[in-house]
């Protein structure tokens, strides 16, 4: 282009784009204005105590969870308009323990992108947000999924890279292109990104890169050999125990047994991983995560030696009861991973004890005896697994009931919703006799043993918890109220 053209080009394109700010701006004092309204208007009969929800609307992946300026940040998939999914933008919260929790004006709204989800980092004194932009079209194949950047200097104004995309198009050109993991290690940034091969073969792609925008394919670190679905989410990768782990959400695993019954999956595969060849080899082959109800999308982060898991607590494609209230979905507690016997444990960490209030029971319950708690209450239980337990969880004023059983003779745990609604999986007890149950007035998250199996499940009672006792033998059970720890 001739020089003047070029100059009235560039006035032109910061005549707009100031214009675009501005517009952006306003758009987010609405939004916020918007939920401030809002959220009188939302029934707090099944809201969390302790677990991160939408202030209002529809709450889905989570998304940047990380350490930045001596806070944790979490961000989540986001529409605020409704309790359906909708176009996407990036709630907020933040904490200094991932106990507390505290709403953030919202990060991210759509332009002509919708902000799928994606990762955060701190690159020196900034935060960077790396997120797939979602175009629809009207064309085959109807949307395009790129990779866009946005920055802060605060960690709660974030401000959309100019040079977006930074990331164009997979190496087949599959539209199917999201979801980034960043992570630094030596001189560089990496990214692993969920895909699909040209026949529908889920996958994930690695590459690196100096300064975020511009970026290097490397390789595709795993890909399904036609067994594991048609397409995989949300990756992330990290290191464990001296060990590399692939975690990723596949889509259209095929139900065997127990196992893959929800919509979609959440598991992992452990391998050795090298930087130098980028060769990710696998030595165990995908095992669940969690064997509850709703758990999807899980995303970690590491900080003083420790990774930390936060998954969405939903399902897709199931009733969502919150969603006449005027929001929908919500997070799990934040849990520790290790690695045992070539296996990812998960515990809750171990500031959930600053939750704990007064002592609601300590001490045995007769055969059919029940005892009634608050809506937020943390239960641990001892017993002999070498016979059967059997434990009632209902509502003090109806609403669902939920069973959670040891079968002795099949070495099964069994979270049973009624209806045939039923989840179970294989668990040895071992030395550790233990089982620690986490209600809120719209969950149930049980940690079997040291957390080599876990369950976390939507249950909706009315009211508050009432534990009716089934079993036959001596259990000891201890249960503590618990404190408020999320805002509203
Ligand atoms: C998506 O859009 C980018 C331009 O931003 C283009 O390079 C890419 O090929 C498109 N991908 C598909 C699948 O159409
Ligand atoms: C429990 O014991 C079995 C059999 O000895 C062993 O294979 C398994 O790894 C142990 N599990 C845990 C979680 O320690
Ligand atoms: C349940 O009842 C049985 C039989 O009365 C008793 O042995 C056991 O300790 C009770 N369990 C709990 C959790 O209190």
Redesign the pocket.
Known sequence: MAPLRNFLWFCFITAVYSKSIHQYVDAKAELENYIENKIPDINPRFRPHYHVAPPVGWMNDPNGFSYYKGEYHLFYQFYPYDSIWGPMHWGHVSSPDLVHWKQLPTALLPNEEQCFSGSAVQDGDMMVLMYTGHIVSDKE?YY?E?QYLAFSNDGTNFHKYSGN?VL??APN???DFRDPKVWRHGDHWYVILGSKTNDKRGRVLLYRSTDMKSWEFLTVLAESQGDMGYMWECPDFFELDGKFVLLMSPQGLVPQGDRYKNTYQNGYIIGSFNYETFEFVQEVPFQEIDFGHDFYAAQTTEVNGKRYLISWFSMWEVPHPEDVDGWAGMMTIARELKLVDGKIIMKPIDQMLVLRENVAIVGNLEENEGVEFEKAVEINIQANFNEKVELQLEGREGGDKVWLRWDSEVGKVVVDRGSDDIRQVEWQPNNSHTWRIFLDSSSLELFCGIGDVVFSSRVYPLGGWKLINLSIQDIKIEAYHLKKSFPV
């Open positions: 194949p395009n790129t995309p164009p198009a050109g599959s539209p």
